[in-house]
């Protein structure tokens, strides 16, 4: 009879093992809760030495395992990055099109580093007299190019030199974007398929 | 707020709009860059300028151009002995369009430039399209 619920242990050990590898997209907690709920279902059931044996493989965080899981991350960050690229190219667009509008000033969005550095909880203002935090909306607020290459007699501070350029910097970015969650889809699909 | 791909494309289109009218204006001032009045004396033809602004479209929320207005050039007309002409005054003076050709040329080269930054823009756009859509493929 042990040695049943030995191979028994053994063989969905090693299922979970595998689900959780190749489902990636689950969160670190996603994990606990398979274990948690493995556990409270056959602990009752296992001699000591085989809890052991589970808790060991489920509570103990794996430095291996903890590392692959936080790569879960890259997706969001990588879908993060495409809206802020999207959001770059749309500016550009902007300033293309007004590059004979006169008196047109010339913007960009805020950097993509600046939108996570501003990233903070709000203060709820639950009285009038409250001092507000102000709403962090940098990702979407243009703002004004820091040194125009040319400013025209009408005004207007585009250059189009420099829009073609930031143009193809967000060309190279969304490139490399795509690249990398395609290398990651296809290391999904590896661990996947085997 | 749309997606920007696609609020782009319609920036870009916008600004193709424009620079597509102000293409038409300057072909107007050439082609009329010696067309004088009828009758003895009459004024020939003025030159017409376009003025862009920028404007905001609420579904995007993205900054558009658009043609603010065609407006005439008020300079003087050019005048040119000619008594033989049917406009001509009574002096034998012709009067002649306002419209300097290097002028004209100048401002199509910038709006044939603006026109291919703007098509550039779109081109880009769909490359990023296509970029995203080929992540679906297999490769």
Redesign the interface.
């Known amino acids: 009879m042990t040695a049943g619920v030995c191979l028994i242990l053994l063989v969905v050990v090693g299922g979970l093992t595998l689900f959780r590898q190749g489902s990636r997209s689950r969160s670190q907690s996603g994990g606990n809760w398979i274990s948690l709920i493995f556990r409270l279902s056959h602990a009752p059931k296992l001699s000591a030495s085989h809890k052991i044996l589970v808790l060991d493989k489920f509570s103990r965080p794996d430095p291996v395992l903890d590392f692959v899981m936080q790569q879960v991350y890259l997706f969001d960050l990588a879908s993060q990055q495409?809206?802020w690229?999207?959001?770059r190219?749309?500016s550009?667009?902007?300033n293309?099109?007004?590059?004979?509008?006169?008196g047109?000033k010339a913007g960009d969005v805020a950097p993509f580093n600046e939108i996570f550095d501003g990233t903070a909880l709000q203060m709820a203002a639950t009285d009038r007299n409250h001092l507000g935090a102000g709403s962090s909306d940098a990702a979407?607020a243009p703002i004004a190019n820091g040194t125009p290459w040319e400013v025209s007699y009408s005004g207007n501070s585009v250059s189009?030199e420099q829009?073609?350029i930031k143009?193809g910097e967000?060309?190279r970015a969304?490139?490399m974007n795509?690249s990398i969650?395609?290398a990651f889809?296809?290391m999904m699909m590896a661990s996947l398929k085997g | 707020?749309i997606?920007?791909?696609e609020?782009?494309?319609k920036?870009?289109g916008?600004?193709l709009e424009?620079?597509s009218a102000?293409l038409r204006i300057v072909s107007e001032n050439l082609a009329n860059a010696q067309s004088t009045g009828s009758l003895a004396g009459a004024s020939p033809y003025r030159r017409k300028t376009v003025?862009?602004?920028?404007e905001m479209d609420q579904l995007t929320g993205?900054?558009?151009?658009r043609v603010k207005s065609v407006g005439v050039d008020r300079s003087p007309f050019r005048t040119e002995l000619d008594p033989g002409n049917p406009a001509a005054d009574e002096k034998g003076f012709v009067k002649l369009p306002n419209v300097n050709v290097l002028m004209e040329m100048s401002d199509m080269r910038?709006?044939n430039?603006?026109y291919e930054?703007?098509l550039?823009?779109i081109q880009?756009?769909r490359?990023?399209y296509s970029?995203?859509i080929?992540?679906l493929r297999n490769?």
């Open positions: 495409a809206r690229l999207t959001m190219q749309a550009v667009a902007e293309i099109s007004n590059a004979n509008t006169p047109f979407g189009i829009e073609m143009s967000v060309y969304y490139s795509t969650v395609k889809n296809d | 707020m997606d920007p791909l609020a782009s494309l920036i870009a916008s600004g424009a620079q102000r003025t862009f602004e920028s993205a900054d558009l151009v910038e709006a430039r603006s930054a703007n550039q823009i880009q756009t490359n990023l970029m995203t080929g992540l490769s």
